[in-house]
């Protein structure tokens, strides 16, 4: 009785000592991160169904107005959804082309084409904006420094999964973001009023 007393006692002191010791160690982590991330940030990327191989310069493209970011992926039911939503927007003019562009998430996992296949213009889930396909060694700029970053653009945006929706302002700051799978039309409509 006296062993399972003492066991049960250092399997308590052990537990509650390794969740505190853990989550004051992530805190540090996270706070390091996000301290030495650029504020304001930029990459350049082909595009998708672009004949052309043109490059689209984030920084230029966000100019002129915020623009919501899509993260997204092939085989991703959230980033169809959202995807879609979107879509019928700008169709029924509610929102711009220019303020949309979607960013391929997955280029370790995923070809272009497997890409294209779902976002393309005879695709299930076709994008009338542009969708970007930057690759795991796409260099991130700096914009207050004019500097190549030594960030990766994956750790810059927060290591978005798909979906997560993020809008940038014409600084190419990151001012908001969420990461719901499903659209709903409460966050539609913030998205669109976070947009004028």
Same mark, same amino acid.
């Given at each position: 009785m006296i062993k399972k007393t003492?066991?049960?006692?250092?399997?308590?002191?052990?537990?509650s000592l390794a969740g505190c010791i853990a989550e004051d160690q992530s805190i540090v982590k996270e706070e390091i991160i996000e301290s030495s991330v650029p504020e304001r940030i930029s990459f350049t990327s082909p595009?998708?169904?672009? #004949?052309? /191989?043109s490059n689209l310069d984030l920084n230029e493209y966000v100019s002129n107005n915020s623009v919501l970011l899509i993260w997204v992926a092939a085989n991703c039911k959230g980033c169809h959804?959202?995807?879609?939503?979107?879509? #019928? @927007?700008?169709?029924?003019? /509610?929102?711009? /082309?220019n303020s949309i562009l979607s960013?391929?998430?997955?280029?370790?996992? @995923?070809?272009?084409?497997?890409? #294209?296949?779902?976002?393309?213009?005879n695709a299930t889930n076709p994008v009338s904006w542009p969708l970007l396909l930057p690759t795991e060694n796409t260099q991130l700029f700096d914009l207050d420094t004019g500097l190549e970053s030594e960030?990766?653009?994956?750790?810059?945006?927060?290591?978005p999964s798909t979906p997560t929706l993020q809008i940038m302002d014409s600084?190419?700051?990151?001012?908001?973001?969420?990461?719901?799978?499903?659209a709903t039309e409460e966050l539609v409509e913030e998205i669109k009023g976070l947009l004028e």
């Open positions: 003492i066991f049960l006692v250092f399997i308590f002191l052990v537990s595009i998708m169904g672009d #004949e052309n /191989n959804d959202w995807t879609d939503v979107f879509a #019928e @927007e700008v169709n029924n003019g /509610n929102m711009s /082309n960013i391929h998430r997955y280029a370790a996992f @995923e070809s272009p084409s497997s890409i #294209e296949n779902v976002y393309g213009k960030y990766s653009i994956y750790d810059a945006f927060g290591n600084t190419g700051r990151l001012t908001w973001t969420s990461k719901t799978y499903w």
